[in-house]
């Protein structure tokens, strides 16, 4: 077999899904020496990542985790993640299998049949859903195409999803991305109709976080991804004021609290 690395992305397929889903993918190793480490930045999108015949070792003190091949080639691991505050580290060594299900806002908790608190406490942790779920992804075998896991993937999400009733949250996240984490807490409270002790129980409940956390987390990554998307033609003040920041060196000062370093 020859050695090699791969990495798809595609989109949902359901329709019904599409509206929870952003995207998946799927990355494959079959190289013995491979290795490979990055780290990935606060996201308001927050993914299942599934792992079949791999051993994983996650070090909260020094926030990072590390990825490598199993004795057991059949071994299904499940990691939620949800990064509001910091950069965490990930190594991947060796031979692996991972398809990652990256959710839009809110998306994951249409799928889980109680409070996300209840199920992970940390920005990434192993985690155990339906049973049902974790039945049909044990249909994953190591000769399937990504199409093929494309379509056990749904069918597992669509054996376990169910509405989530949390409307005043979701009105929240809502506005909170589209005034980019401008928006006060006095203004959501209007919008929702519920108060402040209301909505932040709501949001350490369902989403891992506090509404401020959740503010600047989305100013971060916005910004984060408009710098990159226009590299080319912006300067850091550019960025800063385009994404709601009061200066240049509010930006600067916020994006070194989570990175560790300058923009």
Same mark, same amino acid.
Do not use: C
């Given at each position: 077999?020859?050695?090699?690395?791969?990495?798809?992305?595609?989109?949902?397929?359901?329709?019904?899904?599409?509206?929870?889903?952003?995207?998946?993918?799927?990355?494959?190793?079959?190289?013995?020496?491979?290795?490979?480490?990055?780290?990935?930045?606060?996201?308001?999108?927050?993914?299942?990542?599934?792992?079949?015949?791999?051993?994983?070792?996650?070090?909260?003190?020094?926030?990072?985790?590390?990825?490598?091949?199993?004795?057991?080639?059949?071994?299904?691991?499940?990691?939620?993640?949800?990064?509001?505050?910091?950069?965490?580290?990930?190594?991947?060594?060796?031979?692996?299998?991972?398809?990652?299900?990256?959710?839009?806002?809110?998306?994951?908790?249409?799928?889980?049949?109680?409070?996300?608190?209840?199920?992970?406490?940390?920005?990434?942790?192993?985690?155990?859903?339906?049973?049902?779920?974790?039945?049909?992804?044990?249909?994953?075998?190591?000769?399937?195409?990504?199409?093929? @896991?494309?379509?056990?993937?749904? $069918?597992? %999400?669509?054996?376990? &999803?169910?509405?989530?009733?949390? *409307?005043? =949250?979701?009105?929240?996240?809502?506005?909170?991305?589209?005034?980019?984490?401008?928006?006060?807490?006095?203004?959501?409270?209007?919008?929702?109709?519920?108060?402040?002790?209301?909505?932040?129980?709501?949001?350490?409940?369902?989403?891992?976080?506090?509404?401020?956390?959740?503010? @600047?987390?989305?100013?971060?990554? $916005?910004? %984060?991804?408009?710098? &990159?998307?226009?590299?080319?033609? *912006?300067? =850091?003040?550019?960025?800063?004021?385009?994404?709601?920041?009061?200066?240049?060196?509010?930006?600067?000062?916020?994006?070194?609290?989570?990175?560790?370093?300058?923009?």
């Amino acid at each position: 077999m020859k050695k090699e690395t791969t990495l798809i992305t595609l989109k949902p397929q359901n329709e019904q899904l599409k509206k929870w889903v952003a995207y998946y993918y799927f990355h494959t190793s079959t190289d013995e020496q491979h290795f490979e480490s990055f780290y990935f930045y606060p996201n308001y999108l927050h993914a299942l990542t599934v792992y079949r015949g791999n051993d994983i070792l996650i070090n909260f003190k020094n926030k990072g985790s590390k990825i490598t091949s199993s004795n057991n080639k059949e071994k299904l691991t499940i990691l939620y993640t949800i990064n509001s505050k910091e950069k965490y580290y990930v190594e991947m060594n060796g031979v692996f299998n991972k398809i990652g299900i990256v959710f839009y806002p809110l998306g994951l908790n249409h799928f889980i049949d109680k409070p996300l608190n209840e199920i992970s406490m940390q920005q990434i942790q192993e985690v155990s859903l339906n049973q049902r779920f974790h039945e049909i992804l044990s249909e994953l075998t190591d000769d399937t195409s990504a199409e093929q @896991k494309l379509e056990i993937v749904e $069918n597992a %999400l669509l054996s376990i &999803i169910q509405p989530f009733k949390e *409307t005043a =949250l979701q009105k929240a996240i809502k506005e909170i991305i589209k005034s980019n984490g401008a928006i006060k807490i006095s203004e959501l409270e209007q919008i929702t109709g519920k108060n402040r002790k209301t909505l932040l129980r709501l949001f350490k409940k369902h989403t891992l976080t506090t509404i401020e956390d959740y503010k @600047k987390m989305v100013m971060f990554r $916005n910004s %984060l991804n408009y710098a &990159i998307r226009h590299k080319e033609l *912006t300067n =850091l003040t550019d960025v800063a004021l385009y994404n709601m920041y009061y200066d240049q060196s509010h930006f600067i000062k916020h994006f070194k609290s989570i990175t560790n370093e300058t923009p």
